[in-house]
């Protein structure tokens, strides 16, 4: 799934559409994961893109109270099959997808700003450590597709 808007209603019509599209489709072959995307563009360089990911599976019915949008429906291995809706809000922060992806920028970020204390103007990203380096890839424009 790309879009909140899916199904064309909100997310219980989401997850709703998405329990009708697997119904009948075991658990083991119910994959999934949640995506996140950060790019990080500055004058004179290339945009540096840096991805976090949380996979899981598709749950067979809605569980928890806690998230929003599809968190009823996504269980995650690393809480015991639960969903995150019923994570913790600080279990949720540890295993999002987003928190994966500002973890590997963080360190960019700061070697960025160490750079432009010493010299006085930040250095292009081709002179980031290659443990720095994150992956150069091309993101879609998505959002500004008219629907």
Known sequence: MRSARWSGGGPEENNAC?????????PERRGAAFRCALALCHAGGDALVVSGA???RIALA???TGGFG???????AELGYRTFAEASPEEKARLSHRTRAFA?????LSLLARQQGEAGSPRTPH???PSLQPARV???HEHS???
Do not use: H, N, Q, T
């Not at 998405?18 to 075991?26: A, E, H, R, T, Y």
């Not at 599809?70 to 995650?76: A, K, Q, T």
């Not at 590997?104 to 960019?108: A, D, E, N, R, S």
């Open 138 to 140: 091309f993101v879609p």
């Open 18 to 26: 998405l329990l009708s599209k697997l119904s009948g489709v075991p």
């Open 70 to 76: 599809y968190d009823p429906l996504f269980e995650i």
């Open 104 to 108: 590997k920028l963080v360190p960019i």
């Open 62 to 64: 809605p569980r928890g």
């Open 145 to 147: 597709r008219k629907s």
């Open 54 to 56: 949380c996979r899981g």
């Open 127 to 129: 002179r980031l450590s």
